[in-house]
């Protein structure tokens, strides 16, 4: 009998091994236990979670060919969304997710281990620290963040990390267009270009997914990203 995990991923078309349920099943236990201890998520309701956290986190997997990246970083992670739910579905990755608060960092730490994740790396840094450091600045073939801020600020944060030819995949939400629209100077001014709008509503939800597929051009500036909080406080118009 398949719970309610299997039922949606199977709904999706993704094709999961046993042990990648068992992961993602084991992640949710220790999510609700630390969220006693510790905000990670409003949202700990297994057939709840199921939807808005992993399933969400997966929508990402029917668009795109993951396969043809190798490297990825999740800026802002939070309790781990998206960037390690995609590492369980996609193991060959190597895998960074950065968060600002030590907390969730040390969560997610004693989490992949817990989980047996190998090739991840979890760092308690800001973006627009992280991103002027040689070991990451235009290190990676995709950058993803669900984080909430606004297109031109999320960019200005992640585009970064990305190597010339390589992508970052912002998760939105419908009704996006006028902000998409906002960060068009933003996107170019940073090396990037709008590849694609994509779209997928999540099975037995109404929730639809809208990703923003930027794709690197040529180097972002030396000059971004700004400090002090600039990128957010001070979107680049």
């Known amino acids: 009998m398949t719970d309610f995990l299997e039922q949606i991923i199977g709904k999706m078309g993704i094709e999961f091994t046993g042990e990648q349920f068992d992961k993602i099943r084991k992640y949710h236990e220790l999510m609700v236990e630390t969220n006693k201890v510790m905000n990670l998520t409003s949202i ?3 057939n709840e979670a199921v939807i808005k956290h992993y399933a969400d986190s997966l929508a990402l997997l029917p668009l795109v060919n993951m396969g043809k990246y190798e490297s990825m970083i999740d800026v802002g992670t939070g309790a781990g969304f998206p960037g ?14 950065m ?15 817990s989980l047996g994740i190998k090739d991840i790396t979890i760092i308690h840094s800001r973006a627009e620290e992280l991103g002027r450091n040689p070991l990451h600045r235009d290190s990676y073939d995709l ?12 960019t ?16 939105k939400a419908t009704g996006c267009e ?60």
């Open 156 to 171: 200005e944060l992640c585009a970064p990390f990305v190597k010339v030819g390589g992508d970052f995949i912002s998760y």
């Open 84 to 97: 390690l739910i995609l590492k369980i579905a996609c193991p060959d990755i190597k895998c960074t997710l």
């Open 99 to 113: 968060d600002s608060l030590a907390k969730r960092v040390n969560f997610l730490k004693e989490t992949a281990q």
């Open 178 to 237: 006028q902000e998409i629209r906002a960060a068009g100077k933003a996107i170019e001014k940073l090396g990037c270009e709008v590849d694609s709008i994509l779209d997928y509503t999540i099975p037995d939800s109404d929730i639809t997914r809208v990703f923003v597929k930027i794709s690197k051009i040529y180097l972002t500036p030396d000059q971004y990203p700004r400090r002090n909080s600039l990128p957010t406080k001070k979107p680049i118009s």
């Open 44 to 46: 700990t309701e297994y």
């Open 143 to 154: 950058a993803v963040s669900r984080a909430v801020a606004n297109l031109s600020s999320l």
